[in-house]
């Protein structure tokens, strides 16, 4: 397991673009075997796979101090590959392109697999510190509340969809949705937000291998930006900005960790502040 250490945001203002990537960009999530991505930021944990065959999802104890990942912790998982299935303690569930999983503490065995794997199944999980059970749940796309925003005149029309969250699919502190561009948007998240009282992640997907989204990070008056390609990552602290603009529209899969799990909790900035 890969291991990220928060840094200050002074720090990150004085990075150039690999020292960024390093510490921000998670590449090549998704591969035969999980890869997972252990943060400071909130101790959340990034991970991907795309599993040609039955891959149970297995650990290094000494990076969380525990015998199994679930041990004391949750997990979200979402399908944006093709049909497949994750047996979660001997119960197999059905995993249709952009279903979504909830599985909650305790859980000793996690098993991915794919329908076929001339078309595999790419499972992306988010994983967080739990203090307490809940049961396992899925959650497909249909049946994830969807929110419409935006508009075609500011190129930024989009559909949130909640997946694990206070009104959805409970968990002790991870919250998890999917937002979709509609064809000519390309900008999400603005103007920005920051929330000071948690993290969050995006995972950035369906659109071309030639096509690229910049995201922008950093604090308000000090931006940076990120070239991501096609199921790259990204880790934004809670000082940090997350916004972005593509070459294209896309999809991508947002996920939070920290004090609350109120999906209004932002710090909105006004676009006279960005620098």
Wanted: proline share 5%; aromatic share 8%; net charge negative.
């Amino acid at each position: 397991m890969e291991v990220r250490q928060a840094i200050h945001p002074d720090h990150a203002a004085l990075l150039d673009t690999d020292g960024l990537r390093e510490q921000f960009l998670v590449e090549d999530l998704f591969g035969d075997t999980p890869k997972l991505v252990y943060t400071h930021y909130d101790r959340l944990i990034v991970g991907g796979v795309k599993p040609a065959g039955p891959i149970e999802l297995d650990i290094d104890p000494a990076v969380i101090a525990a015998e199994y990942l679930l041990e004391r912790r949750e997990m979200g998982v979402i399908n944006i590959g093709g049909p497949g299935s994750i047996t979660v303690t001997g119960n197999q569930v059905e995993m249709a392109a952009r279903d979504g999983l909830y599985i909650g503490r305790g859980n000793r065995t996690i098993v991915f697999d794919s329908d076929d794997a001339a078309d595999p199944a790419r499972f992306y999980m988010l994983c967080v510190p739990a203090h307490t059970e809940f049961p396992l749940e899925k959650i497909t796309f249909d049946e994830a509340e969807p929110i419409h925003l935006g508009g075609t005149e500011n190129a930024n029309k989009r559909t949130i969809r909640k997946y694990i969250h206070a009104d959805g699919a409970k968990s002790c502190q991870l919250v998890m949705g999917m937002t979709t561009l509609e064809p000519g948007s390309i900008w999400n998240t603005m103007p920005p937000h920051s929330h000071q009282r948690r993290m969050e992640a995006y995972l950035y997907f369906d659109f071309k291998e030639e096509d690229v989204v910049f995201h922008l990070m950093g604090e308000a008056d000090e931006t940076r930006h990120l070239v991501v390609r096609e199921a790259q990552a990204v880790l934004s602290p809670s000082w940090s900005i997350h916004s972005g603009a593509g070459t294209s529209s896309y999809t991508f899969i947002w996920g939070m960790a920290g004090e609350n799990q109120s999906f209004d909790d932002m710090d909105h900035i006004p676009m006279a502040e960005i620098r």
